[in-house]
């Protein structure tokens, strides 16, 4: 059994070494993506003129008055003090041609004070230049940039089962980190006399010593030795770091398909807006407008008691979807524990459609509320975010070690049957002799 779970681990580490290798150093580096995208790109960020904001409304309009191509799918409610108004958007429907328009860009940021635009980009784009670096890293990490056809988003899958067989391995790994406990042995651990005299008890026995081995790392061996111990005693002490992160990267990945029918096995999960709706074929025109559904939106709020404002508001014409979030200016990823609440709008009729509190609903709500403040370190701020940078390096030098302990392995295995094959070759020679 265990010869089997050494090879399982084996053949998993090498067949999905690089993707993990990719996927934590790239986690290693957005965990500060919006800090090193506005070091870099300044124009996207830095408003270059003061005075106060134009009303989000006007600058909403005139992105799309700009190009008419344009939908303004995500905006935020207000503006930073010295920030640029940064929205994303989508291409309309082409009643002509029946496809969608071809934009070349998917971000735009505006000057707030003059309604100027400062800069466009393709967000995702795979390019390494200036401007896309970040966003190309942090797609990146999460789809390999592979291609989407025939609906299926390839990249994302392929990156959600490698989490889910990572989810296993983890368990296998820290299985073969320790010795096959021998209870034979141990009773056979004779007793010894203590140098002055009398019964000093019984010595201890191998297993015991060889499970200290496992969190142990051998600093003055160095060399091949010290390799493996960061490779094996690193995992033991990190187990439940390194399965907090691939249990939340099949949640990023594969949320409604995988992770939420597993969860509601053991807990019953309000139902989402985003799993219960079908994509259409066709983008759905909203018929209510975003200021309307952020009206209605900050009613509910004030009837809840929330305290925060509505930070932004986001379309998916796909769903027909309006979502309102609530969160004070740039704290959109949420600032400690679970996230922001949304509440959510049809976009036909404006009907309430559903909501997402962090904090409220069943275990399994809760659970899933976690995934992501959990994955990306936020839900205990700056020191989680920290931790998950690390955690990125980790994982890339486990990838790294496991496949040098396998290659020099392989290494002293083919030295090793060299002298046998070559005493096979001399024994009929001798015996003709």
Known sequence: MRAWLVRLHRWFGLAAALF????????????????????????????????PALPISDLVARIEVADPKAQVTYHPLAVEPGHTFVAFVSPRWDEATGQLHSLGYNQIALDPATGAIQGRREWGAVSLSRENLLPFLYKLHYSMHLPESHG????????????????????????????????????????FLDPRGGRAGRRPGPGGAH??????????????????????????????????????????????????????????????????????????????????????????????????????????????LWG??????????????????????????????????????????????SMFPLHSGRIIGLPGRVLMSLMGVVIAVFSATGVYLWWKK??????????AEASIRQKPLAATS
């Open 152 to 191: 299926i988003e390839w990249g994302i899958w392929l990156m959600g089962l490698i989490a889910i067989a990572w989810v296993a391995d983890t368990f296998i790994a820290l299985w073969i980190s320790f010795p096959k406990l021998s209870l034979k042995k141990r009773r056979a651990a004779p007793e």
């Open 410 to 419: 392989r290494l002293a295995r083919a030295r090793a049957a060299r002298p």
């Open 20 to 51: 993990l290798f990719i996927a934590g150093a790239t986690g290693a580096v957005i965990s500060w993506d919006h800090e090193l995208d506005a070091w870099l790109n300044p124009a996207l960020y830095e408003a270059r003129s003061s005075g």
């Open 324 to 369: 309102v979030g609530f969160f004070r200016p740039g704290l959109d990823h949420g600032d400690g524990g679970l996230g922001n609440p949304w509440l959510y709008y049809d976009a036909r009729s404006g009907q309430p459609a559903g909501d997402s509190v962090p904090g409220t609903g069943s275990a399994g709500d809760i659970f899933m509320q």
């Open 211 to 320: 499970w200290k081995r496992s969190f142990a790392f051998r600093w003055a061996a160095g060399g091949h030795r010290l390799v493996f111990d960061w490779h094996r005693s690193g995992g033991v002490w990190l187990f439940l770091l390194v399965l907090m992160i691939a249990v939340t990267s099949v949640a990023m990945n594969l949320n409604n398909p995988v992770m939420r029918p597993v969860v509601s096995w053991f807990s019953t999960l309000t139902p989402s807006p985003f799993a219960s709706r079908t994509p259409a074929a066709q983008l759905i025109e909203p018929k209510v407008e975003w200021a309307a559904v952020v009206a209605s939106a900050e009613a509910e709020a004030r009837r809840r008691g929330w305290a925060d404002p509505a930070g932004a508001v986001f379309l998916s014409p796909e769903l027909g």
